[in-house]
């Protein structure tokens, strides 16, 4: 089983650039999240999607936004990048509610560095 | 808001030395309580959790016990290996979102 896949893996943007970050789970799983992890912050919730067909803001959203394109697939976009952006980024999905003590299952994250 | 406070390292231990990782959380409500491993250069993986007062989870020697009265989620394991050496993080849910600590770094000596 592939479990939850990122891409790409590496990536290295200059300030003002745009990307979008993919990740696509096979596990049928309703709920998608994307988190970032700096070293001493631990991991910070950016956006998530409970549901095909919704979205919601985590802790920190500006300078990102989502699609939920379907069931499978849930992308993280920057439309201009900065340094402050520069961190790992970890997608990760759930079957159910985690607060029901459904666990997420994470991708092995996508390493961003902006000059 | 909810929150998790863990002890953050990093910490160094010799091989079959006894490891507690400390974790208080502040939440209302009944939330779930997990904690998760992450291994270099890979991403988080479940490690164990709980959903109610005073259950108890365990993997791979590890155990962790939810105290409500202390709000409380301590990770324990009698005797670590090397291969235990990674980054343990603490985490909470009482909704449809996981709450994270800041993580602790884990080195086993052999």
């Known amino acids: 089983n592939a479990g939850v896949t990122q891409t790409p893996k590496f990536q290295v943007l200059k300030t003002g650039q745009s990307m979008t970050l993919q990740c696509a789970q096979d596990m049928n799983h309703n709920s998608m999240y994307w988190y970032r992890q700096d070293p001493g912050m631990g991991l910070r919730l950016i956006y998530y999607s409970a549901s095909e067909g919704t979205t919601d803001k985590g802790e920190v959203p500006n300078g990102y936004n989502v699609s939920r394109l379907n069931k499978r697939e849930f ?41 | 808001g909810n929150s998790v406070t863990q002890m953050e390292g990093p910490v160094t231990l010799s091989e079959e ?30 490690l164990l959790k709980a959903t109610k007062a005073d259950d108890k989870g365990s993997n791979k020697g590890f155990e962790a016990t939810y105290r409500k009265e202390t709000t409380s989620f301590h990770l324990e394991k009698g005797s670590v290996q090397v291969s235990d050496s990674a980054v343990y993080f603490c985490a909470l849910s009482g909704s449809e979102k996981l709450v994270f600590g800041k993580g602790m770094k884990l080195t086993v000596n052999p």
């Open chain 1, 75 to 115: 992308s993280l976009r920057l439309e201009s990048a900065a340094p402050s952006q520069t961190s790992v980024y970890f997608c990760a999905s759930s079957d159910l509610n985690p607060g029901l003590g459904s666990p997420l299952h994470f991708g092995n994250g996508t390493r961003l560095t902006v000059t």
């Open chain 2, 17 to 46: 030395a006894f490891l507690t990782i400390n974790c208080t959380y502040t939440a209302t409500g009944y939330p779930s309580l997990f904690w998760y491993v992450q291994y270099p250069g890979e991403g988080l993986q479940l």
